[in-house]
């Protein structure tokens, strides 16, 4: 069986609830990206990295990646969530931006969410308001069916994994 490891980077809880999802039905550990260690990824067999997605940037992941580089195993999945919506060339952009020095570039999957205006911290309500992004118009999906393609990538590559 597949050692599988869910790292990720969250200020808000957002993130952190996608990789939960992913732990869960993947049954395996998961690890806030402060606490992480050069030896918790060296056993590993795939990484699965999530933070939030800021303009093209995937919050930590830069930082992330050149910390642990040597350590990573060659499965690596990186996931980013946000309010807005993203096709195809605003993820192109996201995967230019963040995995230019990956020696192989990870698979990349967005999950847009959805929160009510009045959850959504304040600093964020004003960069979504000069940005023009809208959170009451966003559709989400809840628990594993939100992070479906994630989990179907992951059976793909490790079949091992039984879930």
């Not at 597949?2 to 690890?31: D, N, R």
């Not at 605003?90 to 967005?110: E, G, K």
Request: glycine share 8%; net charge positive; aromatic share 12%.
């Amino acid at each position: 069986m597949a050692k599988i490891v869910v790292v990720y980077t969250s200020q808000t809880g957002f993130t952190q609830q996608y990789a939960l999802w992913i732990a869960k039905a993947l049954h395996c550990e998961l690890l806030d990206s402060k606490f992480v260690t050069t030896q918790d990824l060296a056993k590993s067999n795939l990484v699965i990295y999530g933070g939030h997605v800021i303009g093209h940037r995937i919050s930590g992941f830069r930082q992330f990646y050149r910390r642990y580089q040597e350590a990573l195993p060659a499965n690596l999945f990186v996931f980013g969530t946000g309010l807005s919506q993203m096709d195809g060339t605003s993820q192109q952009h996201v995967r230019a931006h963040n995995f230019h020095r990956c020696s192989a570039p990870p698979q990349f999957f967005y999950f847009q969410g959805h929160l009510a205006p009045a959850d959504i911290p304040l600093r964020f309500r004003v960069g979504m308001k000069v940005r023009g992004i809208e959170p009451g118009k966003a559709r989400c999906d809840v628990g594993t069916q939100a992070v479906r393609p994630l989990l179907d990538a992951v059976v793909q590559q490790e079949p091992s994994t039984g879930w």
